[in-house]
């Protein structure tokens, strides 16, 4: 009872704008809210929840190249992967939710090539084999 009436009060008023982000096996949704320009992952700050500067810039690269982007408040909930492809999908979903909220940023973020899905997943074990393309050594005698 406590923890749903705590999901219900949210920081901020209504979302203005929502964006889905995936990159491998993550996925990110985001929130967009007027407010001071903060991102908070997963209830936590996101300097909090990525452990190395690569993330962490890669994560908040979307809200750089917005020019308004300071004057935001972004809420995502992201699960899936790792920090490294659960930051590329924060980068996809905030970039989406800014189109979604102003349609004429769309051209600033495709030229630094924030709104490409990172399509590369992980191939596949195939039977008979060791992994993805690593055979078995071969026997001859």
Avoid: C
């Amino acid at each position: 009872m406590i923890k749903a009436q705590a999901k219900k009060q949210s920081k901020g008023g209504n979302p203005l704008a929502h964006g889905v982000g995936r990159r491998k096996s993550s996925v990110a949704r985001a929130w967009l809210r007027s407010g001071k320009g903060d991102v908070t992952v997963n209830g936590r700050d996101y300097k909090q929840y990525f452990d190395t500067d690569v993330a962490r810039s890669e994560a908040y690269q979307s809200m750089k190249v917005v020019p308004k982007g300071v004057h935001y408040d972004v809420q995502i909930n992201v699960y899936g992967g790792g920090l490294q492809s659960q930051a590329g999908a924060i980068k996809l979903a905030i970039a989406r939710a800014f189109v979604e909220q102003n349609v004429e940023l769309k051209p600033v973020l495709r030229e630094h090539g924030l709104l490409t899905v990172d399509s590369r997943i992980k191939e596949r074990k195939k039977y008979g084999q060791r992994g993805a393309r690593r055979k078995f050594q071969f026997v001859k005698r």
